[in-house]
């Protein structure tokens, strides 16, 4: 059904409605899609940083990233990931000025097998933000959900204050370890979920309510719910608004620029879709999983096992671009003279 003109300038607009119901996050480093959108939070991942960092615009913070690595001085090596941890909190600093709540910065997804190297990278990552005069209650530090990445996020958790949002989760066996380690908020994938379907089924379109991705958050918000685990869940990476609006009423959703413009230009009745008082109506049974039942768990879920590997190793392999760029920027100019 249509909309008159008039009535369409009355109704405020998907993304106005759905602030309503659901947290809405920005999943940029672009700062200008920041002031545009406003969202409460913001994420971002090595791939958005390695994007920003090339950008004209940031080119000041790359070089007080370079010229902080520099300055703490060691091998050409230790420079380099010093001046990579700089840039990720001078983009998050710089984030912070721009929204009132927290901003995501993601550990090094090569260390998405290491617990201790993933608390040790973390706790560095909050003392570089400490530095800089930020709280940690302003940063969730993103981690891999191996079981690793979660056993590491319990004990940031538990013992340090340090928030972590769990990223990269695609099985229902991340979500209940994610739980039971008492992490602030969980990143479950909805988007390349339905890649995988599409890439691997017979079928090829989905509606929304069908969407192999938006079935699975949905079964991780009603366990949640049901459960009274006090875990945020927080939907990421989506291909279309249909995904985003079939999600309403959930704790958060973190989308892109190009979907927050789309939301902002359409002008249709939203109408929550989780509620908590339906999570706790549903009949999912609670379970519990130590490390051998959640890797068999996890390993049954082929999509999970396949999507999970290939986002670390594309994370990784950003993260390979961004030190080699910044490589080049710290020592080649200096080959130079």
Same mark, same amino acid.
């Given at each position: 059904?249509?909309? #008159?003109?008039?009535?369409?300038?009355?109704?405020?607009?998907?993304?106005?409605?759905?602030?309503?119901?659901?947290?809405?996050?920005?999943?940029?480093?672009?700062?200008?899609?920041?002031?545009?959108?406003?969202?409460?939070?913001?994420?971002?991942?090595?791939?958005?940083?390695?994007?920003?960092?090339?950008?004209?615009?940031?080119?000041?913070?790359?070089?007080?990233?370079?010229?902080?690595?520099?300055?703490?001085?060691?091998?050409? !090596?230790?420079?380099?990931?010093?001046?990579?941890?700089?840039?990720?909190?001078?983009?998050?600093? !710089?984030?912070?000025?721009?929204?009132?709540?927290?901003?995501?910065?993601?550990?090094?997804?090569?260390?998405?097998?290491?617990?201790?190297?993933?608390?040790?990278?973390?706790?560095?990552?909050?003392?570089?933000?400490?530095?800089?005069?930020?709280?940690?209650?302003?940063?969730?530090?993103?981690?891999?959900?191996?079981?690793?990445?979660?056993?590491?996020?319990?004990? +940031?958790?538990?013992?340090?204050?340090?928030?972590?949002?769990?990223?990269?989760?695609?099985?229902?066996?991340?979500?209940?370890?994610?739980?039971?380690?008492?992490?602030?908020?969980?990143?479950?994938?909805?988007?390349?979920?339905?890649?995988?379907?599409?890439?691997?089924?017979?079928?090829?379109?989905?509606?929304?309510?069908?969407?192999?991705?938006?079935?699975?958050?949905?079964?991780?918000?009603?366990?949640?719910?049901?459960?009274?685990?006090?875990?945020?869940?927080?939907?990421?990476?989506?291909?279309?608004?249909?995904?985003?609006?079939?999600?309403?009423?959930?704790?958060?959703?973190?989308?892109?620029?190009?979907?927050?413009?789309?939301? #902002?230009?359409?002008?249709?009745?939203?109408?929550?879709?989780?509620?908590?008082?339906?999570?706790?109506?549903?009949?999912?049974?609670?379970?519990?999983?130590?490390?051998?039942?959640?890797?068999?768990?996890?390993?049954?879920?082929?999509?999970?096992?396949?999507?999970?590997?290939?986002?670390?190793?594309?994370?990784?392999?950003?993260?390979?671009? +961004?030190?080699?760029?910044?490589?080049?920027?710290?020592?080649?100019?200096?080959?130079?003279?």
């Amino acid at each position: 059904m249509s909309v #008159s003109p008039v009535k369409r300038q009355k109704m405020e607009s998907a993304l106005d409605q759905l602030k309503h119901y659901t947290t809405v996050v920005a999943d940029t480093g672009d700062f200008n899609a920041i002031d545009e959108y406003k969202p409460l939070d913001a994420t971002t991942n090595p791939s958005l940083i390695l994007a920003a960092a090339q950008m004209p615009v940031y080119q000041k913070l790359v070089d007080d990233a370079v010229a902080f690595g520099k300055k703490l001085g060691g091998s050409e !090596e230790e420079q380099i990931k010093n001046a990579s941890d700089k840039l990720f909190v001078l983009f998050g600093a !710089e984030i912070l000025k721009r929204i009132p709540g927290r901003v995501s910065t993601e550990v090094d997804a090569r260390l998405s097998f290491d617990k201790e190297g993933m608390i040790q990278r973390a706790r560095r990552l909050i003392d570089l933000y400490k530095e800089a005069g930020i709280g940690k209650d302003r940063i969730l530090i993103k981690l891999s959900s191996t079981w690793e990445g979660i056993q590491a996020g319990k004990v +940031l958790e538990a013992e340090y204050g340090i928030h972590c949002n769990m990223t990269l989760l695609f099985s229902f066996a991340q979500a209940v370890a994610c739980a039971e380690a008492g992490v602030t908020l969980i990143s479950p994938f909805v988007g390349r979920i339905l890649d995988w379907y599409v890439a691997n089924g017979d079928k090829k379109t989905y509606e929304p309510s069908e969407d192999p991705g938006v079935k699975s958050v949905t079964k991780i918000y009603n366990y949640y719910k049901k459960f009274g685990y006090k875990t945020i869940v927080m939907g990421a990476s989506f291909r279309n608004t249909g995904e985003i609006k079939a999600l309403t009423g959930c704790d958060y959703l973190t989308i892109s620029p190009k979907l927050l413009a789309e939301l #902002s230009k359409e002008h249709i009745k939203l109408t929550p879709t989780l509620s908590v008082k339906e999570a706790q109506a549903c009949d999912l049974e609670k379970i519990h999983l130590d490390e051998k039942a959640f890797r068999w768990r996890h390993n049954e879920d082929q999509m999970a096992v396949e999507k999970l590997s290939d986002g670390i190793r594309k994370f990784a392999a950003d993260a390979v671009k +961004l030190e080699r760029m910044l490589k080049e920027r710290m020592f080649s100019a200096e080959n130079g003279k």
